[in-house]
């Protein structure tokens, strides 16, 4: 009979011990997720501000050393992401090419003028910071125009403060959910162990003698279903990547290893807190109150 009810009593431990790395590793693996969607869609974010391009003309008196000079200001321009030089010439070949004629055919001269592609870094496309660009390049005398789309940019700029927000909220629930799902699975556990916790006080020990064993189990489950969830999103990224490589998840290693990190340290700092508060709770509570 001692033996059967042994058995039992282990298989329930096990059964507890598996419900809170399970709920420890779910919980982990949907924020790991989450902070490689922020990490992702920031980047996603910046790769469209960084292909809005600004056009600068220059007049057709300008010379070849005028023109080589500020592609040379540009290279180590701290605004600009790449640039490439547009001539006259190219720029009727592709505008011929778009309408399926040459237009110069029957205007008699080539009315285009030689420009500049400029694609700024993402930092820079904003709009105070474009406009203090556009007007330091105007200072050249031998710019004609400078074209880009500002409403595009407005828009850009607008939705992204829009979804980033909504980013953090949707972050914060997911974080308080968490908390309360990981706290909710180790005072379960802790729970069944109430009578022997309030045994240990009464002939003696001390609360932090007490808690001491039941933190230290809590931390292993916590580093346990930590180190789950991180082979887990390692497994998910590997197959993102190899799927869609274009993507380029796999490029900031450093930001990776922080959320990777994170996840990690969100475990043992859950469990530890949580622990130390629910065999508090049963420390503080009346034998009478146990039942």
């Given at each position: 009979?001692?033996?059967?009810?042994?058995?039992?009593?282990?298989?329930?431990?096990?059964?507890?011990?598996?419900?809170?790395?399970?709920?420890?590793?779910?919980?982990?693996?949907?924020?790991?997720?989450l902070g490689f969607f922020i990490i992702n869609s920031n980047k996603l974010?910046?790769?469209?501000?960084?292909?809005?391009?600004?056009?600068?003309?220059?007049?057709?008196?300008?010379?070849?050393?005028?023109?080589?000079?500020?592609?040379?200001?540009?290279?180590?321009?701290?605004?600009?992401?790449?640039?490439?030089?547009?001539?006259?010439?190219?720029?009727?070949?592709?505008?011929?090419?778009?309408?399926?004629?040459?237009?110069?055919?029957?205007?008699?001269?080539?009315?285009?003028?030689?420009?500049?592609?400029?694609?700024?870094?993402?930092?820079?496309?904003?709009?105070?910071?474009?406009?203090?660009?556009?007007?330091?390049?105007?200072?050249?005398?031998?710019?004609?125009?400078?074209?880009?789309?500002?409403?595009?940019?407005?828009?850009?700029?607008?939705?992204?403060?829009?979804?980033?927000?909504?980013?953090?909220?949707?972050?914060?629930?997911?974080?308080?959910?968490?908390?309360?799902?990981?706290?909710?699975?180790?005072?379960?556990?802790?729970?069944?162990?109430?009578?022997?916790?309030?045994?240990?006080?009464?002939?003696?020990?001390?609360?932090?003698?007490?808690?001491?064993?039941?933190?230290?189990?809590?931390?292993?489950?916590?580093?346990?279903?930590?180190?789950?969830?991180?082979?887990?999103?390692?497994?998910?990224?590997?197959?993102?990547?190899?799927?869609?490589?274009?993507?380029?998840?796999?490029?900031?290693?450093?930001?990776?290893?922080?959320?990777?990190?994170?996840?990690?340290?969100?475990?043992?700092?859950?469990?530890?807190?949580?622990?130390?508060?629910?065999?508090?709770?049963?420390?503080?509570?009346?034998?009478?109150?146990?039942?």
């Amino acid at each position: 009979m001692s033996s059967s009810f042994d058995k039992f009593q282990k298989r329930r431990l096990i059964s507890s011990y598996f419900s809170v790395v399970l709920s420890i590793f779910l919980v982990l693996f949907l924020l790991g997720l989450l902070g490689f969607f922020i990490i992702n869609s920031n980047k996603l974010a910046n790769d469209f501000k960084e292909k809005i391009a600004m056009t600068v003309f220059f007049e057709n008196t300008a010379k070849d050393s005028t023109l080589v000079k500020f592609g040379k200001e540009l290279k180590v321009a701290p605004y600009a992401k790449s640039m490439v030089y547009v001539t006259k010439e190219q720029a009727a070949k592709q505008h011929t090419d778009i309408i399926g004629e040459d237009f110069m055919t029957f205007l008699g001269e080539n009315p285009l003028q030689n420009s500049y592609d400029i694609h700024l870094k993402a930092d820079y496309v904003e709009k105070d910071s474009i406009a203090k660009i556009e007007a330091k390049l105007r200072e050249n005398p031998m710019v004609s125009d400078i074209v880009y789309d500002k409403q595009l940019i407005n828009l850009v700029n607008d939705n992204i403060k829009k979804v980033s927000m909504w980013i953090l909220i949707i972050s914060g629930f997911l974080t308080f959910i968490a908390v309360l799902l990981i706290n909710s699975s180790l005072r379960l556990s802790i729970h069944s162990n109430r009578f022997i916790i309030k045994t240990m006080q009464m002939v003696g020990a001390t609360k932090a003698f007490i808690r001491k064993p039941f933190v230290t189990r809590s931390i292993k489950l916590g580093i346990i279903g930590a180190v789950l969830a991180i082979i887990a999103l390692i497994g998910v990224l590997l197959y993102v990547e190899s799927k869609f490589p274009d993507l380029g998840i796999l490029e900031n290693k450093g930001l990776i290893g922080i959320v990777l990190l994170a996840v990690f340290g969100v475990g043992i700092l859950i469990t530890w807190l949580s622990t130390h508060f629910a065999t508090q709770r049963f420390l503080n509570l009346r034998t009478d109150d146990l039942y």
